[in-house]
């Protein structure tokens, strides 16, 4: 198991600072949300990549419907160059809830968001592999065979490509399909038409079905989310271990809404221990 902290929103300086202490006190990973208006998390990442040296660096998520892929991929290269191949792109649809009424522009309907999300994967994959190509997406049409590759940027560090990571929500078939083509998941639920709350068994399900159906060779993540803040170390190890054994192999500390001197404390709490 691998642990990461998911920083607040808007607070790009202090990202920086908190990323250089989550490395020295044994985090694996910080991670940063995006929403229609706010500060940008990659820009964020950036300063966090020129004070850490070896943690990873990620987004959970980017909403790929606010963002050309060819725009995802370019901020994303020059992220990972930046870092020397440490980024985790997560890629979703959207929170429409967390501001989308106030840009009247934007794509809403869940089902064009979802086609997005898939075409933006797959230009994504093809980008990074530096060739031409052509791709015929409905929203996001290619034809790189029309540009020469002496004007394409760099491969990314990270080979075949920058980790893509995306939501399962559980047991949804198109979700199921869409993870096949990612390196890793955000573990969610659906059920009785909404939301519901992602157990264990759910875990060891996904996994199942990853590892029966999945072609590609990169490795795979199963990522948890949640809070142990203000647990002792049993405490801890009872929260998190269950999802050890269920299989998932990120845990990452919610601090989305902490004010900067919790998150301080939480970091140098530094990561839970489960063996």
């Known amino acids: 198991m691998k642990y990461g902290l998911a920083f607040p929103y808007n607070q790009t300086r202090f990202v920086a600072e908190a990323a250089h202490m989550a490395e020295e006190f044994g985090w ?70 967390m501001g989308w009424q106030g840009f009247p522009g934007e794509v809403v309907d869940a089902r ?89 068994q759910d875990v060891r399900e996904m996994k199942t079905y990853v590892e029966a159906n999945r072609t590609l060779s990169t490795p795979f993540e199963i990522v948890i989310s949640g809070r142990t803040f203000g647990l002792d170390t049993a405490a801890q190890k009872d929260k998190i271990m269950p999802w050890v054994e269920a299989g998932a192999t990120w845990w990452v500390e919610e601090l989305w809404d902490a004010p900067k001197e919790k998150v301080l404390e939480r970091i140098r709490q530094g990561p839970p221990v489960v063996e």
């Open 28 to 97: 694996d990973g910080c991670f940063l949300g995006d929403a229609i208006w706010c500060e940008d998390p990659m820009i964020a990442l950036a300063g966090a990549a020129m004070t850490t040296k070896h943690i990873r660096l990620g987004t959970m998520i980017v909403p790929a419907p606010l963002r050309r892929p060819w725009k995802i991929a370019s901020e994303s290269l020059a992220l990972d160059q930046l870092s020397g191949g440490r980024l985790i792109l997560g890629l979703g649809t959207g929170a429409v809830w």
């Open 112 to 200: 064009a968001r979802a086609e997005m999300l898939d075409e933006t994967i797959d230009i994504l994959d093809k980008l990074y592999q530096g060739r031409q190509f052509d791709y015929d997406g409905k929203h996001y049409p290619v034809k790189l065979t029309l540009l020469d590759e002496q004007h394409f940027p760099p491969r990314p560090v990270q080979q075949p490509r920058i980790p893509l990571w995306a939501p399962l929500i559980w047991p949804l078939a198109k979700s199921k399909e869409r993870i096949l083509k990612c390196d890793g998941l955000f573990a969610e639920k659906w059920g009785h038409g909404k939301p519901g709350e992602v157990t264990p």
